[in-house]
């Protein structure tokens, strides 16, 4: 027979070796979960605001929708890509409503808010920064220019003066460029001779008003070059000296010659 003060020893026994396989609501675990650990049994529920989408689109100039940006900076939800070919992608976007930032030189920024579901497509047109003016007097230097060029060789002259815009050497406006005059030894050099004959005042036809997009938009068939001349036209000695243009065009290491012009830098 078990006596009294054994049965009360394997009660307790029983009572300890119970408690230990059981909870104490209240008490601390005292081996919580590490971070990123499921304390459930049951299957994690995936929240549906993590599903992730796309946007991709095109940009072009407003005027001429052939003119696709080759260049320029697209941004949404942190991301900045840059736009190549006209196009811009962005992956992995968690779905929502987001505010697509477009940004070129040459052309007013702009901002779309965009709902993202899944594989979506948002095509931008946006506008030119220069002033209706300032469009025009390009068009018309173009048109008087290189009227009778090939169409590349129409963005060519066009975009030789954006890029003299940009040169810190050159006026920084397309007005300041254009009508441009250096004056040495009390003689005025014009640096577009329709400037100084008058043809810069002849109306554009509209393959120049084009041009001017397409270079706008980033087209530079001339790899950023400064000036041109038509060799043709610009003898290679003039009084026993050699003309400027020619002078540019022999020191430059890169020429480049588009329908009856040589481009330099």
Sequence with gaps: MIGRKHLFLVIFLCLVIVSAGCKVVGLPDINPPKPGENNSDDDPVEDPNLELGSLIGTVQDAALPEAKFQSGQAAVNGQLIQIKNGTYKFDNIPNGTYKLSITKQWYRPMEIQVLVT????????????????ELDLLARLVYAEAKGEIYQGQVAVASTI???????RYPNTVSGVINQV???NGIRYYQYEPVKNGSINIPANQSAKNAVRHALAGWDPTMGATGFFAHAKVPQQSNGKVP?????????????????HSFFR
């Design 182 to 184: 250096i004056v040495q």
């Design 118 to 133: 899944g594989p979506t497509m948002q095509n931008v047109h946006m506008t030119p920064s220069l002033t209706l003016a």
């Design 162 to 168: 954006l890029n003299r815009v940009l040169d810190s």
């Design 244 to 260: 400027w243009v020619w002078q540019q065009w022999n020191q430059d290491p890169y020429k480049i010659r588009i329908g009856n």
